[in-house]
């Protein structure tokens, strides 16, 4: 399905127009004026141009959604009230993270940098006639660098507080008439850091980050290109304090994947087909403990393997009617192992968080696309259907009960109308439904968290899948100096996978899956805007840029689930804010230095927080905690020192606010936590006022 673009180069002054764009939420391209929902582009120099080093820092400083941001290596996603998986499992969450247009394998963007990434691409709402299952709140797609998109030779070099270093280097360069190439590598390591004010040094905050990229690209005369990229990307040694302020737990989390890009025109059938192979490894290795809980190692170490194939032809059917059809085919293979060791000695063993598993996912879908009046409406409209067959694993430590073998399958659809009502004017309407399919762990698992030895979560073969449907209205106003976007969404999640419990004697509790009844309402109101002040003011040879990206979310009703949680806010969708808002003012003067002034807000967040307080600041394990808004400020500047000489650096954190997007209780000297529930630390906070600097050389 295709999608409204928003896409600004910050730096170089760029407006977007909409009759100049094309979008690529599919295997087809689209012009911007015919689209019919929302989207945003983070184009190569912002990204570029940021000192983020994963793309959670980056999407959060631009309040693309909410980032939990649990540890330097971790962070789940929510984005129109649909949440990924805390831990990152793609397959367990309902935000899908795609590069290059096909499944990542993850959806912990901590663990991805922004290193070798060319533009990234947001789809907000449900996408799952062009993505299938996960897609429901929304669709995150990293495109990744290339000889064709990426020219020349860049080095670059920073170091920063914290003991922080980073460097990258990376070369393009078209090889001959049909042969491109790229390889880049990066690498970066910070110590431990200082919270904000009146925090304290955050021990085990550490961690190291590496990746490497090579792209080999072919095209002919005739238009047919093939590409072939390679990559790795992860966080090592990456210090994990979680909802016990750990002081030595760390973790091991990265992917890789191979990719295989074919597209070749088909002019005897007047159409384009697109075409991808890819495979995809991803590994999180946790080496983690509890001492509180008794347990000085319980390491975890979860692999999932993928195997795919995507085939969409193309076919323009007449001057104003588009039509895709596509296939999808997906192997993959979940395995998971566990350790436990007690601080006195031997302790019993127990099954993983996840149930080992394979699944076989096949989907067709067709999307039809018909201009009308002159091209100036565009109607749309697309069908999906996916099979999914599920094969339970053996699993160490968990004897499988009831069936191994379980078969899914799953219809979406959506439709939507474009109207170019004047010149640089459009409005937009859309329909659009999605899924998440239960996995292996919530149909049939048996696991026990790390803090809670006592507790037991069983799997529930009688699970359907997650579903949502969401109606969405907006208007798109461009014009030479300035790019406004509002959209107004309605979405409606039913069916969601969450515990009830079904034994507690104080001692042991037992909860199980189930389909909470009831749905959760969401209803919003994002605000996408770009300005350039510079020719109104009449400065000349100068660029004064003025971004901001904005969402309210005035209705986030938690219906059905009163019986799980308690206190005032129980109906209240968690992990999501109220309102988030960031804007940007970058002034640049004629391409020889500028300075951007950067400011976040993070509305009120509803959490039932894994954290264990003390009845002054609960009154119940099940208390949805409410937290405050915050602002954070970040200041960044440029100098060119000569054509190919940069020298750039910041200072983040501005004012040295001491807050957490996600954590009740911060480190600021109060500890309302529970003595006995603490693994060396009290409260967690984000780093404080820090600086950094840097060099880059292009050649």
């Excluded at 409204?4 to 599919?26: H, P, Q």
């Excluded at 999307?367 to 565009?378: A, D, I």
């Excluded at 938690?558 to 808002?581: C, F, T, V, W």
Aim: glycine share 10%.
């Amino acid at each position: 399905m295709e999608h409204n673009l928003f896409s600004t180069n910050v730096f170089a002054g760029e407006i977007m127009y909409l009759d100049e764009m094309v979008v690529t939420g599919t295997q087809a391209s689209r012009a911007l004026r015919n689209v019919v929902s929302t989207m945003q582009i983070f184009d190569k120099e912002q990204i570029r141009q940021s000192p983020a080093a994963s793309i959670t820092d980056f999407l959060a400083e631009n309040a693309v959604a909410f980032f939990s941001q649990w540890s330097p290596g971790q962070t789940s996603i929510s984005l129109r009230g649909v949440r990924s998986d805390g831990q990152g499992r793609d397959f367990k969450g309902g935000v899908l993270v795609l590069i290059n247009g096909r499944r990542a394998g993850t959806a912990n963007l901590s663990k991805l940098s922004t290193n070798q990434v060319d533009r990234i691409e947001i789809i907000r709402g449900p996408a799952s006639v062009s993505y299938g299952s996960q897609a429901m709140g929304g669709v995150i797609n990293l495109i990744t660098r290339n000889g064709i998109n990426t020219r020349g030779g860049t080095v670059m070099a920073q170091g920063g507080s914290f003991d922080y270093m980073k460097g990258s280097a990376e070369y393009a360069d078209q090889l001959n008439d049909t042969l491109s190439g790229y390889v880049g590598v990066n690498g970066e390591s910070r110590d431990d850091y200082d919270g904000g004010d009146g925090s304290r040094k955050q021990v085990n905050t550490a961690y190291e980050r590496y990746g490497a990229l090579a792209s080999l690209g072919w095209e002919t005369v005739s238009g047919s290109c093939l590409d072939v990229t390679a990559r790795t990307d992860g966080v090592y040694d990456a210090g994990f304090r979680g909802s016990s302020y750990d002081i030595d737990n760390n973790e091991n989390r990265y992917n890789q994947s191979i990719d295989l890009q074919y597209q070749v025109n088909l002019p005897g059938l007047n159409a384009i087909l697109d075409s991808q192979a890819y495979v995809f490894k991803d590994v999180d290795n946790f080496r983690w403990g509890s001492e509180a809980s008794g347990y000085d190692i319980d390491n975890i170490r979860r692999e999932q393997k993928g195997y795919g194939l995507k085939i969409a032809p193309q076919f323009s059917l007449t001057d104003s009617t588009d039509f895709v059809l596509g296939f999808d085919a997906e192997y993959s293979e979940l395995r998971s192992d566990r350790y436990r060791y007690g601080i006195s000695g031997p302790k019993p063993q127990t099954a993983p968080y996840d149930m080992n598993q394979d699944s076989l996912v096949l989907a067709g879908y067709a999307e039809l696309n018909q201009r009308l009046l002159n091209e100036r409406m565009n109607l749309q409209a697309g069908i999906r259907y996916t099979h999914n067959d599920l094969s339970l694993v053996d699993t160490p430590y968990k004897t499988i009960g009831g069936d191994r073998d379980i078969t899914n399958s799953h219809f979406t659809y959506s439709t939507g109308i474009s109207c170019n009502l004047f010149d640089g004017v459009k409005i937009r309407a859309s329909y659009a439904t999605g899924f998440r399919a239960p996995t292996g762990s919530e149909l049939a698992g048996e696991y026990t968290p790390v803090l809670s030895p006592n507790s037991i979560t069983r799997g529930n073969q009688d699970l359907d899948p997650e579903t949502n449907q969401q109606f969405e209205a907006g208007i798109t106003y461009a014009s030479k100096n300035y790019f406004l976007d509002l959209a107004l969404f309605d979405n409606t999640i039913d069916g969601r996978i969450g515990k009830k419990t079904i034994f507690n004697d104080g001692v042991t509790k037992i909860s199980q899956y189930e389909n909470i009844s009831g749905d959760a309402k969401i209803q919003g109101l994002e605000l996408l805007a770009q300005y350039n002040f510079a020719p109104i003011l009449k400065m000349k040879d100068q660029n004064l840029m003025f971004l901001v990206n904005a969402s309210c979310n005035f209705t986030m009703e938690e219906n059905g689930k009163e019986s799980l949680d308690s206190g005032p806010h129980a109906d209240k969708i968690q992990r999501m804010p109220e309102y988030q808002g960031s804007a940007t003012i970058t002034y640049d003067w004629n391409q020889k230095w500028d300075i951007s002034f950067i400011s976040t807000l993070n509305g009120p967040m509803y959490y039932d927080t894994e954290e264990k307080l003390t009845s002054a600041a609960q009154n119940a394990g099940n208390y949805v905690h409410k937290k405050s808004t915050f602002a954070v400020f970040n200041l960044r500047g440029n100098y060119r020192l000569r054509y190919n000489i940069s020298l750039y650096g910041g200072i983040n954190n501005l004012f040295d606010k001491n807050y957490h997007p996600m954590f009740i209780q911060i480190d600021d000297g109060t500890c309302l936590v529970e003595p006995a529930k603490t693994n060396g630390g009290c409260g967690n906070s984000m780093p404080g006022r820090n600086f950094y600097a840097g060099m880059k050389i292009t050649f």
